[in-house]
């Protein structure tokens, strides 16, 4: 454990000074993985939430391919371009995989700083199911029309695949993965993170009622575009005033993923 922790520290330290604004970001990213793994969000070491840093270059930040979610620190995420490099020094390399998807969101939409993809259980049985995510609960409401479809390709290994997945986002923030998983975007890591929140939250309620019975109560189509729009027009960012309660739960588990 300790030539591991030596071995990041190494990193760290050559990879040089950074700027206040990086610093904040990768501790509200490094926070966000965290959560994740308290939700039980993991997949051993794959999947992938990606922040964009300040800057025209569009480099973002990304979790070291080795560590897991509740390993994360700010310092041990990895800087990387649009073409993968890493521009920080790590021990450790970057998911081809994860590179592809979170490209692609991140060169095609200047408005999603922050990439969100999970492997969460619930998103994957929702992902195998035809009819998509239906507007069942008020949780679901809030994606009526306002989320995407990507069927699968294989592993994301191609870079051919990026335009497609694009394609299929469209406009909106969130996106069912075929077969695969989850998807969301915002504008902060705050915002990406409580999307997947209620998405998360959607797919398991629809998961569980489906189980229990096929007489699903389905609301009137323009009770579940007035309950989108509801969410839509709400004056604070989603996460803005969840965020600073959720970093205060962290610090009382564990403030290590601010080192």
């Known amino acids: 454990m300790a030539d591991f922790e030596t071995e990041l520290n190494r990193s760290a330290a050559q990879a040089g000074p950074i700027s206040a604004t990086e610093r904040q970001l990768r501790v509200d990213l490094a926070a966000t993985y965290r959560l994740?793994?308290?939700?039980?969000?993991t997949d051993v070491i794959y999947t992938h939430i990606s922040l964009r840093v300040p800057g025209p270059e569009h480099h973002f930040l990304i979790n070291p391919f080795g560590l897991a979610f509740d390993e994360i620190t700010a310092s041990s995420l990895v800087k990387i371009d649009m073409e993968g490099n890493k521009l920080s020094d790590s021990p450790f390399p970057v998911n081809a995989a994860g590179f592809v998807i979170h490209s692609a969101v991140h060169m095609a939409r200047p408005d999603a700083l922050c990439v969100m993809h999970l492997h969460n259980d619930d998103g994957i049985s929702l992902s195998m199911c035809g009819e998509g995510l239906l507007p069942?609960?008020?949780?679901?409401?809030?994606?009526?029309?306002?989320?995407?479809?990507?069927?699968?390709?294989g592993i994301?290994?191609?870079?051919?695949?990026?335009?497609?997945?694009?394609a299929d986002l469209g406009p909106h923030k969130a996106m069912v993965l075929r077969n695969h998983g989850l998807l969301t975007c915002g504008g902060t890591v705050a915002e990406a993170y409580m999307r997947m929140n209620y998405l998360d939250k959607a797919a398991r309620t629809q998961m569980k009622a489906m189980a229990a019975t096929r007489d699903l109560r389905m609301p009137p189509a323009e009770v579940a575009e007035h309950t989108?729009?509801?969410?839509?027009?709400?004056?604070?960012?989603?996460?803005?005033?969840?965020?600073?309660?959720?970093?205060r739960r962290l610090d009382r588990i564990d403030a290590s993923y601010r080192d």
């Open 156 to 166: 994301a290994l191609s870079l051919d695949e990026r335009t497609r997945l694009i």
């Open 228 to 247: 989108a729009s509801q969410h839509a027009s709400d004056r604070s960012r989603l996460g803005d005033r969840e965020w600073p309660s959720l970093l």
């Open 36 to 41: 994740a793994a308290l939700h039980g969000w």
């Open 136 to 153: 069942l609960s008020q949780h679901a409401m809030m994606f009526y029309n306002r989320i995407g479809y990507h069927d699968y390709e």
